[in-house]
């Protein structure tokens, strides 16, 4: 039998991902944190939404931290929360939200892994041999992977955008880039000519070889960057080239695709991009999100404090 909690749940989440047009990434985050708090809730032997009060709301971030939850990862069940009971009192199945008041637990504001400068060259000249850089004789394989890293730290795009985008959404003449971010949100973000040149080389000397080698009775004939089997590349596969490149490049820390991301950013910004540009082309629906990359290496306050300070010398 359907129970009230399930119908709200339902009802929920066709809102968040149909009328409110979040990702399917997004959306299945949100379906997880309500599920565990629900599941929560009923193990209390409350089953109806009205019959939920602050104290429970309260114990709930309590049985969470006490279950070892990051600060981070509390705040987003938190924020979960508080989108669920609003939506139940906009759909008048409770007469308050009980969650309003609560407020997520404060911790340690921690910085993005971001790369040098240095370390991404490193990280992006390890890929592909010198010998074969400039050669049609080059593994088709590691062709792509060169074409990927560059055009992920040239547009700063999310991981799901690279494994997402199509032929006709880049134009090597114009040096752009068209990419679709969550909630089906397009922009336009410049190519680099470096990610340009060997975006150019896979195109023309690897992804047909790729396309060929698939298995598939239709190839693929939109994807940008293809896997061994001619398919379209995936998530896991990206985060494999990514962690393989690190390893190459001699890297010890790990490394994942917001790596590149991160670093694209903190680098337009030290270079002198201002945060509300840097916003846009990260496709942020906040500027606030995207403040997180104006923090400065101690090397950078330093050297602007002995430039810029009158009795620093």
């Given at each position: 039998m359907t129970s009230s909690f399930d119908r709200l749940t339902e009802q929920f989440l066709v809102h968040i991902g149909v009328e409110r047009g979040l990702a399917d990434a997004t959306v299945g985050a949100y379906k997880s944190d309500i599920t565990k708090y629900v599941n929560w809730l009923?193990?209390?032997?409350?089953?109806?939404?009205?019959?939920?009060?602050?104290?429970?709301?309260?114990?709930?971030?309590?049985?969470?931290?006490?279950?070892?939850?990051?600060?981070?990862?509390?705040?987003?069940?938190?924020?979960?929360?508080?989108?669920?009971?609003?939506?139940?009192?906009?759909?008048?199945?409770?007469?308050?939200?009980?969650?309003?008041?609560?407020?997520?637990?404060?911790?340690?504001?921690?910085?993005?892994?971001?790369l040098s400068v240095d370390e991404v060259a490193r990280l992006l000249d390890a890929v592909l041999p010198d010998e074969t850089a400039a050669g049609v004789s080059a593994d088709p394989v590691q062709l792509r992977n060169k074409a990927l890293l560059e055009f992920m730290y040239a547009t700063g795009c999310r991981v799901s955008e690279a494994a997402g985008a199509n032929l006709d959404d880049i134009d090597l003449t114009e040096h752009v880039a068209r990419l679709m971010g969550k909630g089906s949100k397009q922009r336009l973000v410049p190519i680099g000519g470096y990610a340009c040149e060997a975006l150019a080389r896979y195109l023309n000397a690897a992804r047909g070889e790729l396309?060929?080698?698939?298995?598939?009775?239709?190839?693929?004939?939109?994807?940008?960057?293809?896997?061994?089997?001619?398919?379209?590349?995936?998530?896991?596969?990206?985060?494999?080239?990514?962690?393989?490149?690190?390893?190459?490049?001699?890297?010890?820390?790990?490394?994942?695709?917001?790596?590149?991301?991160?670093?694209?950013?903190?680098?337009?910004?030290?270079?002198?991009?201002?945060?509300?540009?840097?916003?846009?082309?990260?496709?942020?629906?906040?500027?606030?999100?995207?403040?997180?990359?104006?923090?400065?290496?101690?090397?950078?306050?330093?050297?602007?404090?002995?430039?810029?300070h009158p009795r620093a010398r």
């Open positions: 009923q193990s209390r032997s409350i089953s109806n939404p009205e019959d939920i009060g602050r104290q429970d709301v309260e114990d709930y971030v309590a049985a969470l931290d006490a279950a070892g939850e990051s600060a981070r990862s509390k705040a987003r069940r938190l924020a979960s929360l508080h989108e669920f009971h609003r939506f139940a009192l906009a759909q008048h199945m409770v007469s308050d939200d009980v969650s309003a008041s609560i407020k997520a637990p404060k911790g340690i504001s921690t910085l993005p892994d971001v396309e060929r080698r698939t298995t598939a009775k239709v190839p693929e004939r939109r994807a940008v960057f293809l896997n061994k089997r001619g398919r379209r590349i995936s998530r896991q596969s990206i985060w494999e080239v990514v962690k393989e490149a690190g390893q190459k490049a001699g890297i010890t820390r790990p490394l994942h695709p917001h790596t590149l991301r991160h670093s694209f950013a903190t680098h337009l910004i030290q270079g002198g991009a201002d945060v509300r540009t840097v916003q846009e082309l990260l496709g942020h629906a906040s500027v606030t999100t995207t403040q997180i990359y104006t923090h400065v290496s101690p090397e950078h306050l330093i050297e602007a404090y002995l430039m810029a």
